[in-house]
């Protein structure tokens, strides 16, 4: 496999278990009509046994050294693509209607059209995970299933039940749009350079609970409850109500009215208890 020197700034270490990098791939379940989206594909660890499958497969690398790397060794290959850009940044909705032969029109293009959805696959810089977390959830309508390595730590805290002092924002953004189960961890033998913290592969099965709308919404009053998550939400989200309601005597009503949820910890609230607090609050 040719090398390139990592880049700490772009938080690089390349897995180099071709072992792994199978266990990895053979956890997506694929065929031939899939469209699959890598994310930091570096120099083809996992690519090499993605690309022998015959899907669809977009390759989205912020390394313009690896770019290079990659179409030497796969531009022959009719099915795949090269995307020299940030994952956090690029326009799933896009690639998604490209491989569907449709025009792109954000505003008119229904999600429900396609007969396949986005699977995605990577092993991803660990100081990138929540923004990345937060662009699958926010494209969950076109989005099936996702297989991503990731520190070992936040993988627990995502898959983390309310209860948990793990328990937190990702794992209640998480559990509205996916059920999530951690596969199995990799040592940090495996990565060039060794990161100091051990891996884990976590599995998403999108199971959108909420329109994109809604889970913005939900989001707000989240952050907010966890802004202060050691104490009772009520002094966290009293101006919230506030803010939402526009009237003293209402506040004082819907305080009363969700009075039980207000002296509970955030992290004691499961992702259904933000939802009828949410509706309870907002759905007068």
Do not use: W
Request: net charge positive; hydrophobic share 40%.
């Amino acid at each position: 496999m040719e090398k390139i020197k990592p880049k700490k700034s772009l938080g690089q270490n390349f897995l180099v278990d071709k072992n792994f990098a199978k266990k990895i791939v053979d956890a997506l379940e694929t065929d031939g009509e899939d469209i699959i989206v890598e994310i930091g594909p570096g120099t083809g660890s996992l690519t090499d046994f993605l690309a022998v499958r015959n899907c669809n497969l977009v390759l989205v690398e912020i390394d313009p050294r690896a770019i290079e790397i990659l179409k030497k060794k796969y531009s022959h290959l009719p099915k795949i693509k090269f995307i020299n850009d940030d994952f956090t940044k690029i326009n799933l909705l896009k690639i998604l209607a490209g491989f569907h032969n449709l025009s792109y029109n954000e505003k008119s293009l229904n999600p429900n059209l396609f007969e396949k959805k986005i699977k995605i696959i990577g092993n991803i810089p660990y100081y990138l995970t929540s923004q990345v977390f937060f662009k699958i959830f926010d494209n969950s309508d076109i989005i099936e299933s996702s297989i991503l390595t990731i520190q070992k730590e936040v993988a627990q805290r995502i898959t983390a039940t309310a209860g948990c002092k793990e328990y937190g924002i990702l794992s209640v953004a998480t559990k509205i749009n996916a059920e999530a189960r951690i596969l199995f961890d990799i040592p940090p033998s495996c990565f060039y350079p060794p990161p100091k913290v051990i891996s884990s592969v976590i599995e998403l099965k999108i199971q959108r609970k909420f329109s994109k709308f809604e889970f913005d919404e939900i989001m707000i009053l989240i952050r907010t409850a966890f802004n202060q998550r050691r104490k009772i939400i009520k002094n966290s989200i009293r101006d919230y109500i506030s803010q939402r309601v526009g009237d003293e005597k209402k506040t004082e009503k819907i305080i009363q009215k969700i009075d039980y949820y207000l002296h509970r910890r955030p992290e004691e609230l499961s992702y259904i208890d933000f939802k009828e607090l949410y509706e309870s609050i907002n759905k007068q």
